[in-house]
């Protein structure tokens, strides 16, 4: 029997990057599947995030990823572009999001085709690379790399948008019905797992249920 979790997941959070390759190994070894459901970051969702913050917040963000990342061994730069748009006048993300609606439409469609934890983890390494991620081929590169067809996954994102913002949307109140907000958020049996440093806790309650390795 294949256990299952759901995993709600942003492009733009640095935690939910830094979970993916952990994420991918329990996979491997377990006979588990995450159910990859993509949502927006919070400042889409909750526009005054920022506002309401802490002033020391982003400085202690930044310090902490940086380290974690350095204790993982994962590679990570500051994203080039910033995949989310901000308005600075207003201290609150853009109207016009471009980039990270069009990545949150193609991390749902790659979860329809089963590969959601691959698609996820080969676009988000060339996002978190510092590198120009928005230039001609590197999507493609990243989504050839996952396993998928480039053309038709970058096509119907945009030719589906109006049904793949719904089920973003909806993914997105499944989320806070599963009680929680932020992300990454693993769910099993309605029971929330708030953030990469959740994921042995996680992986304990699944095994009290009978879930074994491979």
Same mark, same amino acid.
């Given at each position: ?61 930044l ?16 994203? /080039? ?5 901000? #308005? ?7 109207d016009?999001?471009?980039?990270? #609606? ?68 909806? /993914? ?36 009290r ?6």
């Open positions: 029997m294949t256990y299952s979790a759901q995993l709600y997941w942003s492009f733009r959070s640095p935690y939910s990057y830094l979970a993916l390759p952990r994420l991918i190994a329990l996979e491997d070894e377990y006979d588990l599947k995450f159910e990859v459901h993509p949502v927006r970051p919070l400042a889409l969702r909750q526009p005054d995030f920022f506002q309401r913050e802490h002033p020391k917040w982003l400085h202690y963000l310090t902490d990823v940086a380290r974690l990342a350095e204790h993982l061994g994962i590679h990570f730069a500051a994203p /080039n572009p910033d995949p989310v748009l901000f #308005d600075h006048d207003k201290n609150q993300a853009a016009d999001q471009p980039h990270i #609606d069009r990545l949150t439409r193609i991390g749902v469609l790659a979860s329809e085709q089963g590969k959601g934890l691959a698609a996820l983890y080969a676009i988000s390494k060339r996002i978190w690379s510092g590198q120009a991620w928005t230039e001609d081929g590197v999507l493609d590169a990243a989504l050839t790399e996952a396993g998928l067809e480039p053309g038709d996954i970058l096509a119907r994102a945009e030719t589906e948008a109006d049904r793949l913002d719904g089920v973003i949307r909806a /993914n997105e109140d499944a989320l806070e019905e599963a009680g929680h907000w932020g992300v990454p958020t693993m769910v099993y049996k309605g029971e929330p797992f708030f953030g990469q440093d959740r994921i042995d806790l996680l992986i304990w309650r699944m095994e249920d009978g879930l074994t390795k491979r």
